[in-house]
């Protein structure tokens, strides 16, 4: 059931894919952790792989940047290809000082300013929400590995270079109660409500808008381990 953005089979991914943005963070995770690893997509370098974790049948792919990204390849997931839980796994800027530099938070809720919603089923909401039960999971498994978690509302945001008010993120952690600012889950949470399906958002901050602290794009692409590791404890704990 190939699309234009995906050459796998039915059949070729797991119930649960773990989602980061970097196809090569990817291409990491798969080579790190998951045992009898295939490659079922490649299409435009978005690669995506299956393969076994504790046992558990994993998948791991790439959703590129932004919403529009996110929002094809999470909608074919769910609707052509019987993927039930995407957990995204990401990096993310902080806008508060209490989140430093490699600190892992789990978003309870995403704000955007985004039109995705209404323009794709009519939804005006700028707040979308992960999955109740997913959310649970992933604290379960953060407990049990004994990696400390920040769970709060992030800020989905469609654009990366901001001309305007430097100071505008303050304005969105007084008004909206967000504490750090990613692409991607609004897109990814709303597509899981329209279709009946699973998502959650596991984030490593990678810089702050607040020390100037900040990862090397090498670090971005090949740390984010405990991030990576409460994900796929999830993953493997699913029915």
Request: charged share 20%; glycine share 8%; net charge negative.
């Amino acid at each position: 059931m190939a699309t234009p953005h995906n050459k796998a089979n039915p059949g070729d991914f797991a119930k649960t894919v773990l989602m980061p943005g970097d196809p090569l963070r990817a291409k990491m995770i798969a080579d790190t952790y998951l045992s009898d690893v295939r490659l079922v997509n490649d299409v435009r370098g978005m690669l995506g792989y299956t393969g076994t974790f504790n046992g558990r049948p994993v998948s791991v792919m790439g959703s590129g940047m932004g919403m529009p990204s996110v929002g094809i390849y999470s909608y074919e997931l769910y609707s052509l290809y019987g993927v039930e839980n995407i957990i995204r796994i990401g990096s993310a800027g902080a806008y508060v000082g209490e989140l430093n530099v490699g600190d892992v938070v789990l978003a309870d809720s995403a704000y955007s300013e985004s039109s995705f919603a209404k323009v794709q089923n009519g939804d005006p909401s700028e707040v979308q929400y992960p999955s109740a039960s997913l959310n649970e999971k992933i604290r379960a498994a953060a407990k049990t590995l004994g990696i400390p978690m920040t769970e709060s509302r992030i800020h989905s945001s469609d654009v990366f270079y901001q001309d305007g008010d430097p100071d505008y993120f303050k304005k969105l952690v007084t008004d909206q109660g967000v504490t750090c600012v990613e692409m991607e889950s609004f897109a990814l949470f709303h597509n899981a409500k329209a279709l009946g399906k699973q998502a959650a958002c596991l984030l490593t901050i990678s810089d702050s808008f607040v020390s100037h602290q900040e990862m090397s794009a090498e670090d971005r692409q090949n740390s984010l381990h405990d991030m990576i590791r409460i994900a796929l404890t999830c993953a493997a704990s699913e029915d």
